[in-house]
């Protein structure tokens, strides 16, 4: 019966040559391991987020008045409303430990190195594009939480000169949040933002597929030599065809993802939703501790210690157009095995450490 | 079992398995709530319908018309048209009920009297007392 299917469609789409050559013939590296799928795992869980977002998307509704008790609707009342409401929330925040995993990763490896610079940088525009769908996301239940980390937020880009204040106004739709803050931050966290991240992670996927892989250098240290001049895709003679060998590895980490993520579902629901993710917004009455999410601490922590704003927010601005232009800024000349450049570790291991510190400070301060 | 085998069986197990936990509680949730309306009574004023005229109203999300026939006192029938769910409105110079998308008329007993439906309008129990009527 199964066979008749799989023939069945065998003869109308001829899934066994798209298999043949976009999976078996794509050959991955000696060295790919269980690192590499970490950007797989990443499309994965953008796609539980565009999942479970429609399906919230079905009761939500983006209103000043009827956007909390909607939420709280979805949570308590609606058939497993608590589940996809909390996979989102939570899938939310594993997302961007998993890209931040991932970067380091290809940061460690060097794989950001000609001819995949494009490749970088529209992996760092994706990481900032789902960083403004984390900040818009959380207005959207309209709580305490969430309206005061949006003012908090959107008052920061004004410390900027000249464009700052403009900028927060832009972000607001006004001089405080409000109405008009919910219904811009709605569209752009459910039709604007994820076009972009769309559009990008196709560039991103075409340039690996063109591409190739990039290898380890510990593992094939001739592929480091010498920097190609004309294009050529990277064959991996040695290595092994993407399905079934890499793809086998690619769904043992999906399902550690998954693994996580229920874990914090079912250990620690309220992880990320502190005790004032249940009250309403008011806009009269700030809570006593509002902290960022986790992934703003550190630089929410830098903008707090340092006395002068502007230096403060322009730090954060300047470390992410470094992050951003980061191929084009390392040595040209220099080879990809980062053993044997222990300024770049060193570097590296600094900004990590830095960015450690700096978190666990605006956790505790 | 080769290990090989062993691994892409207990992925295939477990991705199923995965599936499955999420297509349950997503059909589930798809599921339409139940309204929120209760079974409660509305009262109107009899004042408020002369003889030979009609009231609109809203009853547990339900709209309908509560009608004060000439000669056989009131009624309430539902103003959702049975041929494809339009609002029918009372038309008080031929005595009837007229459905506006396709023609549809009915009589003041919510009967089909012409055009495409072929149900009548579902009628609600009242109960008249002196100066009210309850509808429920």
């Not at chain 1, 409401?85 to 890209?99: D, F, K, W």
């Not at chain 1, 459910?190 to 991240?197: D, T, Y």
């Not at chain 1, 917004?281 to 550190?298: K, M, Q, V």
């Not at chain 1, 990809?336 to 291991?349: A, D, H």
Request: glycine share 6%; charged share 15%.
């Amino acid at each position: 019966m199964w066979g008749k299917i799989v023939h069945w469609i065998e003869v109308r789409i001829g899934l066994e040559e798209l298999i043949n050559k976009h999976l078996r013939q794509f050959k991955t590296p000696k060295g790919a391991t269980f690192w590499s799928t970490l950007g797989f795992v990443t499309l994965i869980a953008f796609i539980l987020q565009a999942v479970t977002g429609i399906m919230l998307l079905l009761y939500y509704i983006p209103h000043p008045e009827h956007a909390f008790k909607s939420v709280q609707t979805i949570t308590n009342e609606i058939p497993y409303g608590w589940l996809f409401r909390l996979i989102h929330n939570v899938g939310g925040n594993i997302i961007v430990a998993v890209i931040i995993i991932h970067m380091v990763h290809v940061f460690l490896r060097v794989s950001y190195k000609k001819p995949r610079e494009i490749t970088w940088v529209t992996g760092v525009l994706m990481f900032l594009l789902v960083l403004l769908a984390c900040i818009t996301g959380q207005l959207l239940p309209w709580h305490q939480t969430g309206f005061w980390q949006t003012t908090v937020t959107s008052t920061i880009p004004s410390f900027l000169p000249v464009i700052g204040e403009g900028i927060s106004s832009y972000m607001r739709g006004g001089a405080s949040v409000s109405g008009i803050t919910l219904s811009r931050f709605f569209s752009f966290h459910v039709v604007i933002l994820p076009v972009f991240i769309v559009a990008l992670m196709i560039l991103h996927v075409l340039l690996i597929r063109r591409q190739g892989l990039s290898t380890s250098p510990a593992v094939e240290p001739e592929a480091d030599a010498s920097p190609p001049e004309e294009f050529r895709r990277e064959p991996h003679l040695e290595g092994h065809p993407c399905f079934p060998h890499f793809s086998v590895k690619r769904s043992f980490m999906v399902m550690f993802y998954f693994t996580v993520l229920f874990f914090i579902l079912t250990f620690f629901p309220n992880l990320f939703l502190p005790a004032e993710a249940n009250i309403q917004a008011d806009p009269l009455l700030t809570p006593e501790a509002i902290r960022p999410a986790w992934y703003f601490l550190a630089p929410y922590q830098l903008i707090k210690t340092i006395p002068n704003d502007v230096m403060g927010i322009s730090l954060v601005v300047i470390f992410s157009l470094v992050l951003l232009f980061w191929p084009f800024l390392d040595a040209k000349d220099a080879g990809r095995n980062i053993r044997k450049r222990p300024m770049l570790l060193s570097l590296g291991l600094i900004v990590l450490a830095l960015w450690a510190i700096f978190t666990i400070w605006g956790m505790y301060s | 079992m080769e290990r090989r085998q062993l691994l892409k069986t207990s992925l295939a197990f477990l991705g199923t398995t995965t599936l499955i936990s999420f297509i349950y509680p997503a059909s589930k949730f798809l599921v339409p709530p139940k309204s929120s309306a209760k079974d409660t009574q509305l009262t109107i004023n009899k004042d408020e319908i002369p003889p030979g005229t009609a009231k609109e109203i809203i009853f547990n999300e339900t709209p309908l018309v509560v009608i004060n026939r000439k000669g056989s006192g009131f009624i309430a029938l539902s103003r959702i048209c049975t041929h494809l769910g339009c609002l029918v409105g009372y038309d008080k110079f031929n005595d009837k009920l007229v459905c506006p998308c396709h023609a549809g008329d009915f009589d003041l007993e919510g009967k089909v009297l012409s055009g495409p439906a072929t149900k009548p309008l579902p009628r609600y129990p009242l109960k008249i007392t002196a100066d009210q009527i309850t509808i429920g």
